[in-house]
């Protein structure tokens, strides 16, 4: 917030207010050269982006765009930080997650900066009966421990206090989480196991590990389905109040169940979204705390993972630009660890390059870019502030559209979830089929001649539950459609582009035409005729006034040298000879299958 000097001295004092209807009328004005005739709140309307859950980003917010009051760090509702010195001590926890018993892999990260390990055991994961060996030579003192046991809590559980007491490490400092999620296991398998052991074991944490919880509520499993911002909040609320009902039935006070809970959220490269989306989180469990009568008990405990749904196969060392975003937004958003997935965590098990990538990407924001030194950094604006807000209220309608249904348990039985999360991820399937949501090095801009990274396979995750799905899928299987017939014939499927016209004149389009084609594996040739190329179809591409002189008579010379189909670069129109068209905002997907489809390459 801005706040005057002692002197009074305001910078803008001498200047006139501008009224908003003002900024509004320069907008109309400039959209109208554009061909938009809108006028007042219309004008500020176009130029607002749509986001999930029924919110829209605007293009200007003002003193006038107030959010409720949030608060101080450290305190009640919690929204700038669950602590009130944030992350400034030190910075966030680098937590490194694991899945495979390898040893030298774990100790090479905790020497190389890496602070806490978030381990895969059981199922999919790390045996519990390797877990020593993983951890040999681990100071358990000074590295917390994070299990991700799946069905296997008990006896994970039981294996770490063993390796606690084998090691002398004493039971107050003992750190770290055992992991028990039944209806996060639930949510990945379909799956559910008997809650009386969690609660006896989250009754020890509190009695006699202090620095232990017992409890991990998962939101990945609802992102990863495809879920929105607020349905991932909305369902991990849902889940942390049924865990609270069971531990306080079980015996435990609302302050020693609450101090059992840790969080875990996705962070995206969409950074405003996701430290919007941390923030709106604490806000909303400060509230289910002070509405069950522990409001002190209500700094909720964050874990941020950087997003799987966001990881491409293709090109994926876009990756790395992809986790550097979402480690700031969950470094700004005030999460108190945050796990870096390597850049090819897709591929199967990442390399020791990988994993030093990954651990290196909060080292250089922590150490060098010093986002830990201010505390909430982008509190105060009113975007974010108005965005928190208007996701907490999105979240907490999900949340309660959740209870009304039986509780969270009820919502994955009974399907809700799954129909709810489907739904939105057809919606956003289909921006990212139209390339309104674009995906760099597979949408757009994608390099059919890269060589492939190549990767030892990861343990098969748990299956049975919500489904997995990624951004980049619908494009991954036409480029796999296209790199089998390349191995089948030597060559891939091809679409010759014919350029009309100057550079000046055709350039952009066949620029776009060639990232289109390229998007579903057809190799794009633009050099020598038709009849040298080995197309099959062909593609025109220039200006709008060249295509209404030359348009028809090409298309007819190429249909004649053998084009079986004609496409045209540029919004469809009444061309004769021409079969379809691409243009900005059309279905690449359904466009490239379709073509894939006549060119003969198999599903």
Not at 138 to 149: I, N, S
Not at 215 to 237: I, K, N, Q, R
Not at 264 to 289: G, N, S
Request: aromatic residues 6%.
């Amino acid at each position: 917030m801005t706040v005057l000097p002692d002197d009074g001295l305001e910078l803008a004092g001498e200047f006139p207010d501008v009224p908003h209807e003002q900024w509004q009328r320069l907008v109309a004005g400039v959209l109208r050269k554009s061909g938009k005739d809108v006028e007042g709140p219309a004008a500020e309307e176009a130029l607002s982006t749509a986001l999930e859950d029924g919110l829209r980003t605007r293009p200007l917010y003002t003193a006038l765009d107030a959010a409720p009051e949030s608060g101080l760090p450290g305190f009640a509702p919690f929204v700038r930080a669950g602590r009130a010195e944030g992350n400034t001590v030190g910075g966030w926890d680098v937590r490194q997650r694991h899945t495979a018993a390898d040893n030298a892999a774990v100790l090479a990260d905790l020497e190389n900066g890496v602070g806490s390990l978030w381990l895969g055991v059981g199922e999919g994961g790390i045996p519990v009966s390797s877990l020593s060996g993983v951890l040999d030579g681990v100071y358990l003192d000074l590295a917390p421990v994070v299990l991700d046991p799946g069905a296997e809590v008990e006896p994970a559980a039981r294996e770490l206090l063993r390796l606690y007491e084998e090691r002398g490490v004493a039971r107050d400092a003992a750190r770290g989480n055992l992991g028990a999620d039944p209806l996060g296991h639930q949510a990945r398998t379909g799956g559910t196991y008997d809650f009386a052991p969690v609660a006896a074991l989250a009754r020890r944490c509190a009695e006699e590990y202090p620095g232990l919880r017992a409890l991990t509520v998962d939101a990945l499993p609802y992102h990863e389905a495809g879920g929105s911002a607020a349905e991932e909040l909305g369902s991990s609320l849902a889940t942390g109040v049924a865990y609270l009902r069971l531990l306080t039935e079980a015996g435990l006070s609302v302050e020693q169940a609450c101090g059992q809970l840790e969080f875990r959220y996705a962070a995206t490269a969409d950074q405003f979204l996701t430290i919007a989306k941390l923030r709106a989180a604490r806000r909303l469990w400060a509230r289910v705390a002070e509405v069950c009568g522990a409001p002190g008990a209500g700094a909720q405990l964050q874990h941020a993972v950087t997003s799987p749904v966001m990881m491409t196969r293709r090109d994926p060392w876009v990756n790395m630009l992809r986790a550097t975003i979402a480690t700031l937004a969950a470094g700004a958003g005030g999460a108190e660890s945050v796990t870096v997935l390597p850049f090819d965590d897709a591929l199967g098990l990442p390399d020791a390059f990988a994993r030093r990538i990954a651990r290196n990407t909060s080292t250089i924001l922590i150490e060098e870019s010093h986002l830990v030194r201010v505390i909430d950094p982008a509190g105060g604006s009113w975007y974010v502030e108005r965005l928190t807000d208007e996701l907490a209220h999105a979240g907490w309608e999900f949340f309660q559209e959740i209870e009304r249904s039986g509780g969270q348990a009820a919502a994955l039985g009974s399907g809700l979830l799954r129909d709810r999360l489907a739904a939105t991820w057809a919606a956003r399937s289909a921006k990212l089929a139209k390339r309104r949501e674009p995906i760099t090095g597979v949408s757009e801009f994608p390099h059919l001649g890269e060589k492939p990274v190549v990767r030892e396979p990861a343990p098969e995750p748990p299956t049975g539950g919500l489904p997995r799905v990624r951004r980049d899928e619908a494009y991954e299987a036409l480029r796999a459609r296209s790199d089998a017939h390349l191995a089948a014939t030597g060559a891939r499927p091809r679409i010759y582009l014919a350029a009309l016209g100057p550079a000046a004149a055709h350039t952009a389009r066949l620029t776009f035409a060639a990232n289109l084609f390229q998007a579903g594996g057809i190799e794009p040739v633009t050099e020598g005729t038709f009849e040298d190329s080995g197309a099959s179809e062909a593609c025109l591409c220039s200006s709008d006034a060249l295509y209404e002189e030359r348009a028809e008579s090409v298309a007819a010379e190429l249909t004649a040298a053998g084009a079986s189909h004609v496409f045209l670069a540029g919004r469809p129109g009444q061309y004769t000879g021409v079969d379809s068209y691409v243009f900005a905002g059309c279905d690449a997907v359904a466009v490239l299958s379709a073509t894939l489809d006549r060119m003969g390459v198999s599903r």
